[in-house]
């Protein structure tokens, strides 16, 4: 049994694991993010492997980074949340440090690779993965094969104009499909349907201190499953983006599954079964055709750590 390691790294923690042929995670190790990034970041990843390879023979290594990834798979292009890595190859760095082949991809790229081999997408040759989260991150998996584009950088679905001159994004556009439907969004859609109905909005704002500005996404999802009206409604317009957004998508990959992971999704069938009518609304030749099956991840947070892993061994 061959095993590889698979490492995962977020805002707060870089999550490394060993995993085997079946996607099972055997061992698990954690350390803090440093808010410096760079050489220090790419020390931590290194170290995180070193424990792992204590105890366990890995013969590769993958790493689950949020950013623009080159297509030869080695260096960090831009990485519009970490410090320090633009134009670095990871790669040969971390190299320097771990005797592994190592593999470099794009966070949602492995969360998406992961569900295809693992989770909601496994079966599918033709499917997209989009991460419902802070903002919105995708991936496409094309003939079983994961769609990276010519220089590294497809399936970047949060930055698909929706909206002309529209809301501004991080990415510098305007208009941008994450500015709709992620969890930003949701708490906007929220806020201003409070500042419509506040008299309405008691019970949503209860749950926190009082204030739109003590309210979190989880306020949010629990207020929606007690039937909340103001929750419900921005939920609502979050799926209606969302369907939209998945009908565009789909004209051009034309998948048979669309997996829906990230935060967001732990609010369940409240997400996804008005973005499904949406789907149906909004697809150009809607009912002359069939539609993606619309589901839930089933990897939680492992999906970038598991994908990432499979990736390497490739």
């Not at 990034?37 to 995180?48: Q, R």
């Not at 419509?196 to 749950?207: E, G, K, V």
Request: hydrophobic share 45%.
């Amino acid at each position: 049994m061959s095993l590889t390691i698979g490492i995962d790294i977020g805002g707060t923690k870089v999550l490394g694991g060993v995993v085997d042929e079946n996607g099972k995670i055997l061992a698990t190790h954690r350390e803090a993010t440093p808010k410096e990034g760079g050489v220090a970041l790419t020390t931590t990843i290194a170290n995180v492997a070193k424990v792992l390879l204590r105890d366990h023979d890995a013969v590769a290594m993958g790493v689950s980074a949020a950013g623009f990834v080159s297509s030869d798979r080695e260096t960090m292009l831009a990485t519009p949340n970490i410090s320090g890595w633009n134009g670095v190859n990871l790669k040969n760095e971390l190299g320097k440090l771990i005797d592994l082949p190592i593999v470099i991809e794009n966070d949602a790229n492995a969360a998406a690779w992961g569900e295809a081999v693992f989770g909601a997408g496994v079966g599918e040759a033709q499917m997209m993965m989009i991460t419902v989260g802070t903002g919105i991150g995708g991936g496409a998996v094309i003939e079983g094969k994961l769609h990276r584009g010519a220089y590294g950088i497809a399936a970047e679905f949060g930055h698909l104009r929706v909206v002309p001159e529209g809301h501004l994004c991080g990415c510098g556009a305007r208009g941008c499909f994450e500015q709709y439907a992620s969890g930003n969004a949701l708490m906007r859609h929220v806020r201003e349907a409070i500042n419509a109905s506040p008299d309405a909005a008691h019970n949503l704002l209860a749950r926190g201190d009082g204030t739109i500005a003590g309210l979190s996404g989880h306020h949010i999802t629990d207020a929606a499953r007690d039937g909340d009206p103001i929750a419900l409604a921005g939920f609502n317009t979050t799926a209606q983006w969302l369907g939209a957004g998945i009908a565009s998508l789909s004209v051009l990959f034309d998948p048979a599954c669309v997996v829906i992971g990230g935060g967001v999704i732990d609010a369940g069938e409240i997400l996804l079964a008005p973005t499904r009518v949406a789907l149906e609304r909004y697809m150009p030749f809607s009912g002359k055709h069939p539609t993606p099956r619309i589901v839930a991840a089933t990897l939680g947070n492992d999906a970038g750590l598991v994908g990432a892993a499979s990736l390497a061994r490739l």
